[in-house]
């Protein structure tokens, strides 16, 4: 009798349908946030933006660290705490350079297409597919890390005179990018100026980010015998009120932190860049990236021989702005006593004689691969510097306009292995640059040669081997590659293939010459009867 009640009943339930539930995907998920301290004025005094509907897009701006990635979480959350209109919602990091093809991915997802719809519509259709369905939303835009002006309608996000309902909230490195992204509301975004005293309790601190507009009392870092990472300096560089007295302090302070392993330094004053080259070798040896900013002094940045082998882990030098006339390796040893002259500094008539170094040699930076060198007005020479480093992938000369040649005579005829492992070498606003070397040059690796605004560059240290089988992209500017001169023409057909023309922008000062001059010509044409004027 149960048997058959069961049977009865299944056979009942054969008419039903059977549903699968998905659960719906929450519009937005808490992000992960240590409880900031500090930051509970400037959170309210932006809050109020978020909550006025009339302000459309907020920018959060400033150098990288300061807290803005802090800020902008803390916006996120907070609005999974109170009731709300908007139906989409979407947390972006761009970066840079920014990818904007991920970027418009991102905000397919949230709007839930589906994959397939992406794969089928082309690149040119997304942004129309996007904005057609952002009209219809009340939307929440978070664009995190932002370096450079994105075009938001570009990628199909609405302008903010649309009557949709939307809120943009985003944290660009600059003002300006604010401006160009047409924010309503903008707050700058700094940090400390002078560390606290009170960071000496951390005892069991390892890594420390400090930004270069921020001092660092005298004995703190003596006090962090846990220390193994430092860093002081920014992307962005400001000495701000840092003296020679603060730079000196953490200079002869970090190399008594025994445990550092990784530093990091900008420093602005020849006597601690000197300092740092003659007497601190353990902290050379963390050494991982050195800038040097704005140093007013108009003398030689001299590289002792020593530092080329203590400098192990150095991988990225910059000089920016500075007035040394020459950079260059002098023969002084760590430790010998031999500085030069009475003040400590090194003298010209140090300099090594001829380059003495190989790939093979302990005296070379072995692991230096990025070189930027930008705006040293009186900047000559610094052809030892690359040659003793071998391993060099990236070089940038920018707004140099004393600086004549790369590879010169201080090398004379040991170029091999010189740029044997360039892979981008960028040439720009350099007015009395002729050579990057009088020998011809193999250039195994590289990938991208860029030259702007050197118009006594006649002549490249090319030929067929250089680029054979291999993707090699020469960017400049047409006239200046019109007036390359090549020792084979088929050297220069070979090469045509490679090159891609900037656009030049428009001169309107050579364009109104030539209008005078047409003008008089014309003048001079109708007084001697050749032509009337109508």
Known sequence: MKRATLEEVLCKGRGFTIFNYKRAEPLMVEIPLKPPT???????????????????????????????????????????????????????????????????????RKLHLPESEWNHTSESDRAGKILSIMKENNFLLFLDDIWVHIDLLELGIPSNNDPHKSKIIFTPRSQEICGLMQADRTKKWTSITKLPLELKNLIKLVFLLVDRTSRIPKGVILSLSSLKVFHWGSPILSTGCIDEGDECNVIEELPSTSEIDEAHLTLSYAGTVTKLLMDCPHLQRCLGELRIAECEEWE???????????????????????????ISIC?????????????????????????????????????????????????????????????????????????????GW????????????????????????????????????????????????????LNRGSAWGRSLAIVGEQRWWN????????????????????????????????????????????????????
């Open 38 to 108: 500090g930051l509970h004025s400037t959170f309210q005094e932006v809050w109020k933006w978020v909550q006025d509907e009339r302000v459309r897009c907020i920018g959060l701006y400033g150098m990288g660290g300061v807290g803005k990635t802090t800020l902008l979480k803390m916006i996120h959350n907070e609005f999974l705490k109170i009731k709300h209109d908007y139906n989409m919602a979407a947390w972006i990091v761009v970066s840079n350079p920014p990818n904007l093809e991920k970027i418009q991915k991102a905000i397919f």
């Open 300 to 326: 030689p940045l001299i590289i002792p021989k020593s530092s080329l082998r203590i400098m192990e882990h150095l991988n990225h030098l910059s000089v920016y702005r500075c007035a040394y006339d020459e």
């Open 410 to 461: 201080k090398v004379g005829f040991c170029v091999e292995g010189i740029f044997s492992c360039i892979i981008e070498l960028h040439l720009t606003n350099l007015p009395e640059f002729e050579s990057i070397c009088w020998l011809e040059l193999p250039f195994p690796l590289l990938e991208r040669l860029e030259v702007k605004k050197c118009p006594k560059l006649e002549r490249l240290p």
């Open 331 to 407: 023969s002084t040893e760590y430790g010998s006593g031999e500085t030069g002259s009475s003040d400590g500094s090194l003298l010209a008539h140090d300099y090594i004689p001829g380059p003495t170094s190989s790939e093979e040699s302990q005296d070379c930076f072995r692991n230096l691969k990025k070189i930027d060198i930008k705006g040293c007005p009186f900047l000559r020479d610094m052809s030892l510097l690359i040659y003793h480093a071998p391993n060099l992938a990236n070089l940038t000369i920018e707004d140099c306009p004393a600086m004549q040649e790369l590879i």
């Open 483 to 534: 007036r390359l001169h090549w020792d084979e023409q088929q050297d220069k057909k070979f090469f045509s293939t490679k090159f891609n023309g900037l656009d030049e922008p428009f001169d309107f000062m050579k364009m109104a010459r030539d209008m005078d001059r047409a003008v008089e010509l014309l003048r001079s044409h109708r007084s001697a009867g050749r032509i009337a004027l109508l």
